[in-house]
């Protein structure tokens, strides 16, 4: 008889079956697993055409590629309003009042005269009225400007822009007084002092290019975002 290791006490063994043999050992039931089950991780699956995360890429994607027009708005801007200030002191300096600077044949006359007028020596006398009409042109175009997805707009916009705050700056600086400056105007085309169309500057061909630029956009139904109008339907990605 063995010892068994807890007490010294044997332990009863199975009584032998008619062949002389013990019968088999009962199987050992299998305890439950406390494992829990591992379940796929989100980044595991399969990105399927609705997946929210590639519409999320996509989103990202098209904002990129819409930003808004403001710098080349505000860069035409700037051009203008260099070109116009630089051919006003240019003129300034080189060319006495009234007189006249034939140049190409008589196709071009360079004219120095002052404007209390708008653009082309209209209406003058409103100086103070176009000097507050001006600024709030430049005031609305700037607060357009967040939202212009439109390059022609933006190029419109640019034109008009510089033209304003270039005939602006002589309103604000020049003789007589402030807000009721006279615009340096120096190109005469075709005849000299205006005899044939009203003498104008660089400012005044810039608002008027981008004054029937703007024109030939809205007639063409190109809104600000870049979106085109289709007369009653969705609007369509210009």
């Known amino acids: 008889m063995r010892v068994a290791a807890d007490g010294g006490r044997s332990s009863p063994r199975p009584p032998l079956s008619s062949g002389g043999r013990r019968p088999a050992a009962a199987p050992a039931t299998a305890?439950?697993?406390t494992e829990e089950p591992s379940l796929p991780s989100p980044s595991d699956a399969p990105d399927g055409p609705g997946d929210p995360q590639d519409g999320a890429v996509a989103a990202?994607?098209?904002t990129a590629a819409r930003r808004p027009r403001t710098r080349l708005l505000l860069l035409l801007a700037l051009v203008v309003l260099v070109l116009d200030l630089g051919t006003k002191l240019l003129v300034v300096a080189t060319v006495?009042?009234?007189a006249d600077i034939r140049l190409l044949g008589g196709a071009l006359y360079l004219t120095h005269t002052r404007n209390t007028g708008a653009a082309f020596s209209f209406a003058e006398g409103f100086t103070v009225v176009f000097t507050l009409i001006a600024v709030a042109?430049?005031?609305?175009?700037?607060r357009t400007a967040r939202r212009l997805f439109a390059t022609g707009w933006a190029v419109a916009l640019?034109?008009?822009?510089?033209?304003?705050?270039g005939n602006l700056v002589d309103r604000v600086f020049r003789e007589p007084g402030f807000?009721?400056?006279g615009v340096v105007d120096f190109i005469s085309v075709f005849a000299p002092?205006?005899?044939f169309y009203p003498v104008f500057n660089v400012a005044d061909s810039a608002i008027v290019c981008g004054g029937v630029l703007g024109v030939v956009l809205a007639l063409r139904g190109i809104e600000f975002d870049g979106t085109r109008s289709t007369g009653g339907g969705?609007?369509?990605r210009d």
Do not use: F, N, T
């Open 193 to 195: 002092d205006g005899e």
């Open 179 to 181: 807000l009721r400056g």
């Open 60 to 62: 990202s994607g098209d």
């Open 31 to 33: 305890r439950p697993s």
């Open 158 to 165: 640019g034109l008009v822009l510089g033209g304003a705050v």
């Open 234 to 236: 969705a609007p369509a």
């Open 137 to 142: 042109v430049a005031v609305v175009i700037v």
């Open 96 to 98: 006495e009042r009234g």
